[in-house]
């Protein structure tokens, strides 16, 4: 049975109150029996709270960020950099189509951010939108995530995604798992992670109420 990564992307949502909350609804048992791991990638904001509470040993959750400084420590105001990232998080989104499209984050940036994750022990989940985009050296975990699917209520059809992550791991052999992300529910989750190519998924809006999340990763 392959192991099923599937990555909470909560975006620029919640306070600290709100993110108690959503933690008194999720119901996880037994990820590891499973074969799933659900990771949290969550506002830098509130990744201190999360780390607190999913210090218990017997959690099955990981934290991850959603973005991370190009730049090591220094003077680069507002930048938060691997070295502090890490003492929260474990992984790191980058890379995503909103970042690329509000941020004017370039391909060059996106390397420089991979490598500074890295350096630090930060494992990335690069973003793509197709096979044409290019992946930095060291991305091992990638999410194809389409455009015209990201919020839209419109998921690419599960073949096609197959199609893109065989071609993504037969391009890039240092690519070991590739996510599917764009609106997956837990109605859909199914029939991408059946896919034999699919790793897992990167969950938007679905992940962000507890109870439709616990369905989620139930169904996946
Ligand atoms: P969505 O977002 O699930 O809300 O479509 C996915 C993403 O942008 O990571």
Redesign the pocket.
């Known amino acids: 049975m392959k192991k099923l990564l599937i990555v909470a992307?909560w975006k620029s949502n919640k306070t600290v109150s709100q993110a108690k909350e959503w933690l008194e609804g999720l119901q996880i048992e037994d990820l590891g029996i499973k074969n799933k791991e659900v990771i949290i990638c969550a506002p830098f904001t509130l990744l201190p709270f999360l780390r607190s509470y999913f210090l218990h040993p017997t959690s099955d959750i990981q934290l991850g960020g959603q973005d991370v400084s190009p730049f090591f420590e220094g003077a680069y105001t507002g930048a938060v950099n691997g070295k502090q990232l890490k003492e929260f998080a474990d992984y790191v989104i980058i890379g995503?189509s909103?970042r690329r499209e509000h941020f004017h984050e370039t391909d060059e940036e996106l390397e420089q951010k991979v490598q500074q994750a890295l350096a630090f022990g930060l494992t990335p989940v690069f973003c793509v939108q197709g096979v044409e985009t290019p992946i930095p050296d060291g991305v091992a975990i990638v999410a194809y995530?389409p455009l015209s699917?990201?919020?839209?209520g419109n998921p690419d059809t599960p073949e096609n995604a197959q199609e893109v992550a065989r071609v993504i791991k037969e391009k890039h052999r240092m690519v070991h798992a590739v996510l599917y992300?764009?609106?997956?529910t837990p109605e859909n989750v199914n029939s991408f992670t059946q896919m034999e190519h699919i790793d897992g998924v990167?969950?938007?809006?679905?992940s962000l109420d507890s109870t439709v999340f616990t369905q989620l990763i139930e169904n996946a």
Request: net charge negative; hydrophobic share 35%; charged share 10%.
């Open positions: 992307n995503h909103e995530e699917a990201i919020g839209t992300g764009g609106s997956v990167l969950v938007g809006g679905a």
